[in-house]
């Protein structure tokens, strides 16, 4: 339960930053912004955002530029795919294998 400024309660609940816990090694890949692609970053002022807005773990910030934290970051591609401004590249993560 929350407290609204109007003073009213509602039930609402929001994401918290690493509640599914730190990632660890099992991602395949991570998101890569382009910081001359991204709204905010390009016109210097708080815009866009829906990366911020969609990414299920709640590890994107809504700040200029916009920063990813990869300690939490599960690679699911959201963010890719919502960025109206094909900002960020879903990069493989480095195989340290050998057979
Ligand atoms: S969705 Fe894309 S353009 Fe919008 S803030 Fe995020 S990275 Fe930048
Ligand atoms: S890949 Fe998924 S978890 Fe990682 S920042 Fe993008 S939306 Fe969030």
């Known amino acids: 339960m929350q407290t ?5 309660i509602c039930g609402e609940s929001s994401p ?3 509640e599914a816990g730190k990632t660890g090694e099992w991602r395949d890949s991570y998101p890569l912004i382009d910081h ?3 709204i905010p970053a390009k016109q ?3 815009a866009c955002f829906q990366c ?3 990414c299920p773990d709640a590890v994107i910030s809504k700040t200029i530029p916009v920063q990813v934290d ?3 970051c599960k690679g699911c591609g959201i963010c890719a795919e ?4 094909h ?13």
């Open 4 to 8: 609204r400024g109007c003073g009213h």
């Open 16 to 18: 918290g930053i690493g």
């Open 36 to 38: 001359k692609k991204c």
């Open 44 to 46: 210097n002022k708080a």
């Open 52 to 54: 911020w807005l969609y």
């Open 70 to 72: 990869l300690e939490y």
């Open 82 to 85: 919502i960025c109206p401004a």
């Open 87 to 99: 900002a960020i590249t879903m990069v493989a993560e480095e195989t340290s294998c050998s057979s």
